[in-house]
């Protein structure tokens, strides 16, 4: 048998024909543990590859490195979904000449289905791979479940290149990207660290504000006509939001109604909540608990989705525009209820969309737990840093201090209140949460673009600029 | 949830914007069962389209009023990999004007992917789907199991219309294709018969030639060096091959050897030896009985590949390219191992390739099980009618008067004669059967080409020639 196995990162690199100015990608399903990022980079410095694009599903604190790869001209560009506080810092400090362009997770993987965002060559940190680039996220050391944001960068880069500290005997049935797209197999000693890439389990807020919003969200969902049978639903793994599907859980086995799916980043609690009934499957983009990985490894109602199932905006099927509900977060929320999760109040850049945009743009009943203020800084704005999710496509807002709805959607306003719950106008949260932090004074910003921000429609929605230079 | 279910046939035909002189293509999952070629012409038809190419994986006497749609000019052209017999000879009678292109089935595969054969419209009969499109081989009433010869034809045509009869609730988690790749879905009473589309159980020959054949195979693969820990195996549904697999077993049980996989066409014999543990994997593009469906609906070990994974050349991951042994009949061979299997004797089209030249490309040791003569016809001649699979691909001819070896690969001739199996050459069998059948007389050909045949790497091979005009 013909192998695709190369000795090292370097000749894979060669091999794949890398040169100055290419586009590579990486997908970020080992999250704050992965080495994968870090190791090409130095090898492709080592080489003396320059001005590369570089396309990564998300950036986390791990990739600090980066930041001396961007100084020393090795990445020129950067297109991201989403990058940690510590990465956001450097860039927006201005660290790069062109500014950082950020898609949701569905618009990257449309555009790279499409063509529009090309890849030269896309590295895929697999944590299990046969010799000939069948490979899984659901096993080895560093297991880490879906791989579904790599499943683009594999469908359609010129050229691809598995990564893998576990090589399993051919053939790896159970491929998430089978060998008919991968070119090299590069096997390295480690690529990643299983305790950044997972927490043990994921965990139910204990704040008592969390716990109120939460349980005002599962009301409103249950009040709202669309929890009943074939109900779907996506959260975050954010506290109050997990804490919101415990008590969804709560009253979906009190009714007996069985949902047909849950989407997204799936944590145990919606496995707790396939395995009690609730759902039928699991449409899993990406793994964020171990228990998440050990079921979708071993339950075949758990199944990984690409990211163009997921959520591509254009494409003929993405599942979040079947999606019913979906619980989302927010750093700012205006009374257009645009959403800001981009940046912190102080416009540095902290966040990104990933599928919020996507989810928020697909499902029928799209709700954003937000407490009124952090910090003593007020969450509701006139008008937020950065529009990430545009408010056309957010239906409610849950506070500590009751629920606003957006005034498009009357009907759902209507459905709340006869189910007495407390339905405020935006205003008034507003002027509540003032009344108790101050109005915050306008944050001085700096004079270049630090980021645009694309919308689904591959349009810049917003621009974000970098910080005011210091002294 | 916006659903892609469209009310008739007619309406998906129209909504997709099929033409005069667009291709059409069709899979072959439902074989001798299948309805739906025959229910979407007879509505183009009804439409008033003309002049299109019809593109099937494969073609068989279930679809026998396609000629009627030849005939009257709604299909002007024909590609496909296989016909029975039926159809073979309406096409060798010249019923086309322009030849028949045959290509193999990974050779289908790779052409589809590469836009060089591009499709309009796909119509996916699946046997179960959901109202979004995410469909299925494996369950609902005409259940065939693996899909994988569509897979190609959903991932690449312009426009994919899903035709059921049996819609689950959405989503379909456990889909062959997703509904990322589907506009259409459309519900019909029928998509086929299930008597037609699978035989109960495939059947292990009872005929001592083809014992004596299929022992002796085994005994070749077992002297050939490559029966050890990893093998991989392929053979097609015919008695003689599925008698040599149940020898084969029986060496490998006795002998303690774990195989990789098998591939291919998959029979309730190969997942006996599945269970028995001879193999650790089942590749499946097809499954030609029900036990085959049962145990890739239920098996993880037992996993569907789409054709391009399965064989398409100068793909990045052809299975047949890492696969040890294969078994493949022949309807001639010559004495440059030439093989063909699109024609009978008389130069009539009654096969095709499928996977046979794929295969036989692939595999580190091919071997053609053949008796000697068929109804006082001998198999071995001098030039095959037709060239389906070239001699260079073919290293080792199993007939029950003796093994010929090609003398491209006198290592394997060694293997074979120091293990005391009975190695002839190939001309002394050829005299053999001749002194017995008497040598045939030429056949005569008609004027016309009435296909043609490619090879893999896109070019004519081999033609055709119509059967010569009565009267």
Redesign the interface.
Same mark, same amino acid.
């Not at 089978?178 to 070119?183: Q, R, W």
């Not at 494409?315 to 599942?319: I, K, L, N, Q």
């Given at each position: 048998? $013909?192998t695709?196995l190369v000795s090292t990162l370097s000749q894979a690199i060669s091999a794949a024909g890398l040169t100055d100015g290419m586009t590579i990608s990486f997908h970020h399903h080992l999250r704050n543990g992965d080495y994968v990022l870090n190791l090409v980079l130095a090898e492709i410095a080592r080489l003396g590859i320059r001005g590369l694009t570089l396309n990564a599903s998300s950036l986390f604190d791990i990739h600090l490195p980066l930041m001396q790869h961007i100084r020393s001209g090795v990445v020129g560009k950067l297109q991201t979904g989403y990058v940690s506080a510590g990465i956001g810092r450097h860039l927006s400090a201005g660290i790069l000449a062109e500014p950082v362009e950020f898609r949701s997770h569905g618009t990257r993987a449309a555009d790279i289905a499409a063509g529009r965002v090309p890849i030269d060559v896309a590295f895929i940190a697999a944590p299990a791979a046969d010799c @000939?680039?069948?490979c899984t996220g659901k096993l080895g050391r560093a297991a880490c479940g879906s791989l579904g944001y790599a499943i683009p960068d594999a469908l359609h880069a010129k050229t =691809?290149i598995v990564i893998t500290d576990t090589i399993l005997? %051919?053939?790896l &049935?159970?491929w998430s990207i089978? $060998?008919? %797209? =991968?070119?090299y197999v590069v096997q390295v000693e480690e690529i990643g660290n299983p305790q950044g890439i997972l927490s043990g389990t994921t965990q139910i807020t204990r704040d008592p504000v969390g716990l109120i919003m939460a349980e005002l969200a599962a009301q409103a969902i249950a009040a709202s006509g669309l929890l009943k049978d074939?109900f779907s639903f996506q959260t975050g793994a954010g506290g109050a939001s997990l804490a919101a599907a415990a008590f969804l859980k709560e009253i979906m086995l009190r009714e007996h109604i069985q949902g047909?799916?849950a989407l997204g980043g799936i944590t145990g609690y919606l496995v707790d909540m396939l395995r009690a009934g609730c759902f @039928?499957?699991l449409?899993d983009v990406q793994c964020f608990d171990l228990d998440a990985v050990s079921s979708i490894r071993d339950d075949? @109602?758990h199944?990984e989705?690409?990211a163009?199932?997921y959520a &591509?905006p254009g494409? @003929?099927? &993405? =599942?979040t525009?079947?999606l019913d509900v979906v619980i989302l977060g927010a750093t700012e929320i205006d009374t257009e209820f645009n959403v800001n999760v981009h940046t912190d109040s102080a416009g540095c850049l902290m966040g990104g969309s990933g599928g919020h945009t996507d989810a928020a743009a697909g499902a029928a009943l799209t709700i954003i737990i937000a407490p009124l203020f952090r910090a003593r800084l007020p969450i509701i704005t006139q008008h937020v840093t950065c529009i990430s999710t545009p408010g056309t496509s957010v239906d409610l807002l849950v506070t500590q201090r009751g629920l606003a709805v957006n005034p498009a959607k009357p009907e759902l306003a209507r459905r709340l209140q006869a189910a007495g719950l407390p339905v405020v106008d935006i205003h008034r949260l507003k002027a509540q949460a003032e009344s108790i932090t101050g109005v915050p004074r306008p944050v001085p910003r700096g004079s270049r673009v630090a980021a645009n921000i694309l919308g689904r429609d591959g349009a810049i929605q917003d621009q974000v600029m970098t910080l005011p230079e210091e002294g």
């Open positions: 048998m $013909e695709k @000939r680039g069948n =691809v005997p %051919y053939p &049935a159970d089978s $060998e008919a %797209y =991968v070119d074939g047909s799916f @039928r499957q449409m075949p @109602r199944r989705i690409s163009i199932h &591509a494409s @003929r099927g &993405a =599942v525009d079947s």
